[in-house]
Structures are given as C-alpha cells and as structure tokens.
C-alpha cells in the first residue's frame, strides 16, 4: 500500500468554481500535512499546511485534516484561471516527506 | 524569506560526462537539504538527504556512487551526476530545511537536465 494516495487528475473546472483537491494515507504517524504547488517546468512551492486535525484558512485556500479517516483535502473557492498547476499533498512526520503523485488542475476562463 | 536557488536552470550535456547542479539557500542556513528527481507527469521522487557535514543519505534504488552530493556549507549543497546518460533526463529540484527533521521544506526551482 502506497503511504499517500492522490487522485491524479486531471481536473478542469470553470471559472468562479469550488474546487476540491484531496489525499488518503496510510501512515498514522503522519504529524504535518502539507499543499504545494507546481506550475509547469518549475519547482513546487509551499502553499501551506496544517498540524494535526482541523481546518486551515488561507484567502481562497482552505486545508482540511481528519486524521480519524486519514484523509486530507484542499479546498479552493472562486477559482481563478492563475491556480491552474499540479497541486501535490505531502504528509510527513517531521523527518521525512511523502508525496502523492500531484492533481493536474485547470481553470478555465 | 526562505529562498532557495539552482543553478544553473538547464543544462545540456554529452552522454558520458559529468554535471554539477548548485543549490543555495539565500537568506537561511540549511541544515538539511533534500534532493528530488521529478519525471514528466510524475511525482517529486527524493533521492538523497543531506545534512551539513555529514554524508548524505540516498534513498534505495539511487546509485550514490552516480550522484554524487555535497552539502559542505549551511548554504551550499551540490549535486553531481557522474558520466551522465540520456536516462538521467530529469527535472532535478532541491529543497533545503532550516533545522534537523523540520516539517518545513523550501524547494529551488529546479534544474532541467538534458543528456543527448
């Protein structure tokens, strides 16, 4: 069994649209729960994250954690066309990183 | 904060030479750097772990004697792919932490190898 799995994609949405982007994973010792970004051709970058259980707020973005479920998600309201990347989730344990495979979004105008 | 740079950006090489790849936390020391090789369409995939001073740790499957790291400063990690191939292809990205076994990592923007 994989440690995270991650819906590949890829996702298009419109404009203005709700998105949801989300991980399972296996590992119980997870402790960090981390959303990067990737636009093609260039490196990910830290979009945010969250410790433990709960939600956390970022303007459009919003990371939800239940640990109970194991099962993590990524929430972006009023899409706009500039989120359009590979959005990959990492969850570690604080020595190490793991990453699903990304989801490929789209926005389309 | 927390910039971390590559250079250079893209390279193209020969098949059977080597290549250095640079990786420099800009405004921060690093004490562990990590290095990624990303195929297209696929997933980050670490390759080695690397802690100022000390040697690096790679990851199984990847050939340390082939890519060869040195973090020798608490800025500087380099990567170096010995007698390339076109295998090696790849998107290589470093990302670098600014404490032992932090959940934080700042990734470069990596660096486009081409080997013909």
């Known amino acids: 069994q994989k440690e995270v799995e991650q819906d590949p994609g890829p996702l298009s949405v419109p404009e203005g649209a709700i998105v949801s982007l989300n991980c399972t994973y296996s590992?119980?010792?997870?402790?960090?729960f981390m959303w990067y970004r990737q636009y093609s051709r260039k490196g990910p970058e830290l979009l945010m994250y969250t410790y433990s259980s709960g939600n956390k707020e970022d303007g459009r973005f919003t990371a939800q954690v239940d640990k109970s479920s194991k099962y993590i998600s990524l929430f972006i309201r009023d899409s706009q066309p500039s989120d359009s990347a590979t959005y990959l989730c990492a969850p570690t344990t604080g020595n190490q990183f793991y990453f699903g495979t990304g989801t490929s979004l789209t926005v389309i105008p | 904060g927390a910039v971390v740079s590559q250079h250079p950006s893209w390279v193209i090489c020969k098949s059977g030479t080597s290549v250095k790849i640079e990786c420099r936390s800009l405004?921060?020391?690093?004490?562990?750097m990590f290095w990624y090789r990303q195929f297209p369409k696929q997933s980050l995939m670490l390759m080695a772990t690397?802690?100022?001073?000390?040697?690096?740790?790679?990851e199984q499957g990847v050939e340390k004697d082939k890519f060869l790291i040195n973090h020798a400063s608490l800025t500087l990690s380099t990567l170096t792919v010995t007698s390339a191939h076109p295998e090696d292809s790849s998107f290589y990205i470093c990302?670098?932490?600014?404490?032992?076994?932090?959940?934080?990592?700042?990734f470069g923007p990596g660096t486009r190898l081409t080997v013909l």
């Open positions: 690397s802690n100022e001073g000390s040697k690096a740790t790679y």
């Open positions: 990302s670098a932490s600014d404490r032992r076994g932090t959940d934080t990592q700042y």
């Open positions: 405004d921060f020391q690093a004490t562990t």
């Open positions: 590992n119980s010792a997870f402790q960090y």
